[in-house]
Nanobody, 112 residues
Framework: QVQVAESGGGSVQAGGSLRLSCTVSGSIFRSSAMGWYRQAPGKQREFVAS???SYGDSVKGRFSISADNAKRTIYLQMNNLKPEDTAIYYCKLQPSIEAVYWGQGTQVTVSS
């Protein structure tokens, strides 16, 4: 059974940084099939980043995605955080069209 688990969220002031982690357990891990999404209160879930280096317009130049395959983990380094980055951040693994796995999410709160 595949499980996806995010960690690293928290509260930070505007201009600060956080690094999120997403670890996969089970039989499937392929960083190229993984990405980050976020959902703010009252808004739809939106794309944040995926491999090799695709980013949502609002985070380009501030966020960076990376992977440690040996640890079955991907990361999202978030710099120069803004209040509008406040959201629940989700990790997605989609090794095929039929198989999509989401984590439970990790809260990021940025105060001004």
């Amino acid at each position: 059974q595949v499980q996806v688990a995010e960690s690293g969220g928290g509260s930070v002031q505007a201009g600060g940084s956080l690094r999120l982690s997403c670890t996969v357990s089970g039989s499937i891990f392929r960083s190229s099939a993984m990405g980050w999404y976020r959902q703010a209160p009252g808004k739809q879930r939106e794309f944040v980043a995926s491999f090799p280096s695709s980013y949502g317009d609002s985070v380009k130049g501030r966020f960076s995605i990376s992977a440690d395959n040996a640890k079955r983990t991907i990361y999202l380094q978030m710099n120069n955080l803004k209040p509008e980055d406040t959201a629940i951040y989700y990790c997605k693994l989609q090794p095929s069209i039929e198989a999509v796995y989401w984590g439970q999410g990790t809260q990021v709160t940025v105060s001004s």
